[in-house]
């Protein structure tokens, strides 16, 4: 057994001295809010991705929340929403009095699953539904050609939430490139890419990005950095659309270009540990995380496994914990969460295949800071605990 590190926490981000000056570099130009950085910054991930434009905002909350407003969502509309997802998935439909609808999984990929919906949208009334927002989990991409075509058929709108899908690909385009109307990313601490926080949104009609272009901040008809920077003075501006407070710093901005060009370093570090996790777990009581197509790029952003037996879960759980092995779990299905269930009154055994999941999953560590050291020390952990 290999030595016992002090503890190995759930992630931690890999900022290193070229980010720190990159900071120290906007605080000196005067600029600290959105500013030239933000827009390199946009400009640079929108190459990445290969679409014209992406619109950096504060968080993946609120580009989820400006898509929701883009389109115009009303009190009384219904979003379909996978019931394994985190929590702001589904509050931001709550923003605007709308209903999310919750749907079962696909247990291999823990997606949203395509029976499901299909049986959903047969058997209920399906007036009020305005979107369906499909979920990456763990940076496996959704299904999402059928995903597109039921939404066509039936005319709803896409927006993917991304949050675990960078850099992600589903048949070998990347998320973000793929022909849903929205896609947003997160930047949180955690994520595969981080400004600490902050996210990006893509939108594919012109329309919607020139709305939430204003939306983002305060409903402002010029950006603030074309306002304060015009050599004709202060420029006057209209507000026509109620907006908001979701604009990103170039402070994190200048974090997220360096982290941007890490970015494939960054995949080819997570990857090789999800294959030497996948290498030494293979014979043991679990259920691996799987690339669900061959050609897929699952982008690593959790490990998650599960244990064919779930009445072991806690007690592993705990013995990793003991330790000095930090865990997690992705995620509780929301209708398990008091506000969701009893709003809207639901039951545990609605959703059996996201019960089924959620009762057998550990989240392991799998960030790109882990020393050989420590991925050793988790292997040897996880097949004592799990053989």
């Not at 600029?31 to 400009?43: H, I, M, N, Q, R």
């Not at 209209?238 to 060009?261: A, E, H, M, P």
Request: aromatic share 10%; glycine share 4%.
């Amino acid at each position: 057994m290999s030595e016992a590190p002090k503890f190995i926490p759930f992630a931690l981000p890999d900022i290193g001295d070229e980010e720190i000056e990159a900071v120290c570099q906007s605080m000196r130009s005067g600029w600290l809010t959105t500013g030239p950085v933000t827009k390199a910054f946009e400009k640079e991930f929108a190459q990445f991705i290969g679409v014209n434009e992406c619109l950096a905002v504060s968080s993946a909350t609120a580009g989820l929340h400006l898509a929701l407003r883009a389109i115009n969502l009303q009190a009384g509309d219904q979003v379909l929403v996978p019931v394994n997802t985190f929590v702001a998935t589904a509050e931001v439909i709550r923003y605007f009095d709308a209903d999310p609808i919750f749907i079962d999984i696909d247990y291999d990929s823990m997606n949203l699953s395509i029976e499901a919906l299909e049986i959903y949208l047969k058997n209920h009334d399906i007036s009020k539904l305005k979107a369906i927002m499909p979920v990456h989990i763990a940076g496996q991409a959704c299904d999402m050609d059928p995903i597109i075509t039921i939404a066509h058929n039936h005319n709803l709108f896409v927006i993917e939430d991304a949050a675990h899908a960078f850099p992600c690909k589903y048949k070998d385009k990347l998320i973000g490139s793929l022909d849903s109307d929205f896609t947003v990313y997160s930047f949180y601490a955690t994520k595969t890419i981080t400004t600490g926080e902050g996210g990006m949104l893509i939108a594919k009609d012109q329309s919607h990005i020139d709305l939430i272009k204003k939306l983002r901040l305060h409903g402002i008809s010029k950006e603030v950095w074309d306002r304060y920077t015009s050599s004709k003075g202060h420029l006057p501006y209209d507000v026509d659309v109620l907006g908001f407070k979701y604009n990103l710093s170039d402070l994190c901005s200048s974090i997220g270009r360096v982290q941007l060009k890490k970015a494939q370093s960054f995949y080819a570090k997570r990857s090789k540990i999800a294959n030497q996790y996948n290498e030494a777990f293979k014979n043991l009581d679990l259920q691996l995380p799987m690339q669900k197509r061959l050609d897929d790029q699952h982008a690593w952003h959790l490990y998650l496994i599960r244990v064919n037996d779930s009445s072991k879960r806690d007690s592993i759980v705990d013995a990793l914990n003991k330790k000095g092995i930090g865990t997690s779990l992705h995620f509780i299905p929301l209708h398990l969460l008091t506000y969701y269930k009893e709003t809207y009154h639901l039951s545990e055994d609605l959703f059996p295949t996201a019960m089924r999941s959620f009762q057998s999953l550990i989240s392991l560590p799998i960030y790109t800071k882990m020393t050989d050291d420590e991925i050793s020390y988790i292997i040897e952990s996880v097949q004592e605990l799990c053989s």
